[in-house]
């Protein structure tokens, strides 16, 4: 219950890699490999988990970006390969082959050794914001954080010391990130999130949401 949540910050995993996607278009499985990482304690691959999203997807490669239950999908189905396994990345065979299921050698006896058994969608009796902190707190030692995204505003970009202001609509596009943590700034409440947009913004990489 929300009421059971400390009232200090709390922190689920502190992030193992601060990744940057740069200007491509695989946030969502940037932010599913993050996920796996506070579990899996190694670094994974990326551009593997959304090659094996695309699949999924079932609409070949050049589609634009990928749904968090693609890759969630693809979490519990193929599973993850680690980094230093990758025999592709986007930076150096460009987004439209690692995007290719089809590029990728079989790897599935890797893949399964960091496999997800299931994934849920956070719910609760209270209001979203509560749901998202109850449900960190309630599987801390699991070590579960949350998949989620939203219309990311070009304001929120360069918040001061990555605390998200009020609502903006101006230059706002889908992002996916990761929720991990809470964090008291002025005495209230803010959910901690990881994005894959390097550490020149926000703090460090790091954005803070209040309720609003």
Partial sequence: PALEVPKQDFIVAPPLVMKDQEETDLCAAYAITE???DQEGVELSPEYIFAQAKKIEGKGPDTWGAKLEHVAKAAVKVGFIEQSQAPLSWREN????IADWKAWPDMNESAAMHKKDA?????GKYDTFDNILATLWKYRDEKRTILTGAFWRATWTIAQDGIIPLWDTNGQFGHAFKFFGMKIINYEPHIVAQLSNGTDIGDKGIFY???R
Wanted: aromatic share 20%; charged share 35%; glycine share 6%.
């Fill in 35 to 37: 996920i796996s990482e």
């Fill in 94 to 97: 460009g987004r439209n082959l």
């Fill in 119 to 123: 994934y849920f969608e956070v719910d």
């Fill in 209 to 211: 949401f209040p309720r």
